[in-house]
Nanobody
Framework: QVQLVESGGGLVQPGGSLRLSCAASGSISSISAMGWYRQAPGKERELVATITGYGTTTYAGSVRGRFTISRDNAKNTVNLQMNSLKPEDTAVYYC??????????????WGQGTQVTVSS
């Protein structure tokens, strides 16, 4: 089995910063893409940012220039540095990883989510 565990969420004032982290563990052979998604109340889950094993990144237009995704391939971790946070960034943030397990099969795994609330 594979587990993804997020940390770093919380309450922050508008204009503030937070750093989310996600660690993958278990029967992992390799991880290709990793990413962050978010879901606000009453809305569908949306992509925030992704990063490939080679470091190629993509961002949602709403966060480009404010958020930075990074990863440590050796540690199977992915981070999301969030700056200049806005109330509309409030959501549950989920980590995702496309994982090749030891059998060779590839699956998409999700973390349990971490709440980010931006409010004064």
């Amino acid at each position: 089995q594979v587990q993804l565990v997020e940390s770093g969420g919380g309450l922050v004032q508008p204009g503030g910063s937070l750093r989310l982290s996600c660690a993958a563990s278990g029967s992992i052979s390799s991880i290709s893409a990793m990413g962050w998604y978010r879901q606000a109340p009453g809305k569908e889950r949306e992509l925030v940012a992704t990063i490939t094993g080679y470091g190629t990144t993509t961002y949602a237009g709403s966060v480009r220039g404010r958020f930075t995704i990074s990863r440590d391939n050796a540690k199977n971790t992915v981070n999301l540095q969030m700056n200049s946070l806005k109330p509309e960034d409030t959501a549950v943030y989920y980590c995702n990883g496309r994982v090749r397990i030891l059998t060779g099969a590839v699956y998409s795994y999700w973390g349990q989510g971490t709440q980010v609330t931006v409010s004064s």
